[in-house]
């Protein structure tokens, strides 16, 4: 259903990644950073120039580096989908920045804070969101800081619990950032586990995974999570992830530890065993009964889903096995909706530029509902404060099946 996760070896020959750039310049209309500013040096050909500079500097220009163009990337592996050269675009740009020093920009280095000392920690998250929604309810001291307020989710925080059985055969990743915002997603996800068959379970000493960590090229932080998950979750038959980024960075495990001999292995085998919600749930779709629903609905493909994964139409096909709903297309699908880690805190302004046009495209058709599958797209959609719906897909479709 998805590419198959990246295995262990040698490290990468970085100059021989390069080189498959041809240079062909196919990839820039499906750059959302080059279609804004046109700008070549914000497209992936460009920015692969640059990377060539960080990976493989000539002799005295280390310093040189123009860094912009690779903090601006989303990271949304789109320009990948279309390159017919195989780019490993995503694997250059983790390494790229991970070689980078810490950014001067205040407000880069503010995010890359909260990246490291919140995020991952969900009581930490929600004690942040609180404040933030205080903020967005009071006097706003400054047009920056508003700005920052617009992208963070309007949700109403919860206590993060990770309720759920502690044994089965499918472990479920609970993620940071959706017990506290959207908490209906975990027992959707055992629900459906459940309905077709399975036994799920929650593992309880479960962390952050390490994706947000590797976004910012926080290296070190990232595989430090990374075994932290592998101990957690290793003895799991299989490992189900409902959400596109965290299951994207899971599966891309082989290419983190590749030069680590002690986690090389375990790291490649949990990532074998890993895998979306939505492509586990598709492959077993014909044992899910979903009742009926006579809405129009839009699924929005998550970039960790559609291009980090390869994953195409592994939701509209879950979404087709419901009797009466009508699923509707989207003009420019594939295109990022904005969020892209932490990217929209970081770009405020771009950022929500880059939402309202997504919500122009996704709602051109009238749906009535907006679905998908991570939960970075659906708090940053909902985040806009549209009349219209953003639901998780485990949520909409668990909503459809009997109790099990
Ligand atoms: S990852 Fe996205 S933003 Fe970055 S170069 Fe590729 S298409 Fe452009
Ligand atoms: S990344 Fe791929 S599509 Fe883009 S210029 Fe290079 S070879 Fe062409």
Redesign the pocket.
Known sequence: MNAPPQHQGAAPDWDQLLR?????????NDCPTYRTTGDEAES??GR?MILREILDPLPGMEDEVERGPIDRCMGCRA?ES????G?S?GRLLEEGRSRLDEPEERNQRIVRLISRYVLPHRRRLMLMAWLGRLAQLSRIPSASFARLLETMPRRRPCWPRLSGPRHGKVAVLAGCVQPVFTPGVLPATLKLIRAVGEQPFVPEHQGCCGALASHVGDRERARAMGRAFIECFEPAESIVIPSAGCSAHVRSFGELFADDPEYAGRAAAVAERAQDLVVWLAERADRLQLRPDPRRVVFQRPCHLRHAQQVDGAAEGLLARVGGVEVLQSPRADLCCGSAGTWSMQYPEMASRRRDEKLADLLVHGPELILTANPGCELFLDGAGGEIEVQHLAEYLAGRIDEV
């Open positions: 498959t750039c041809i240079h062909c310049g196919l990839c820039l992936p050909r692969l320009c279309v390159c017919p050269s780019v675009y």
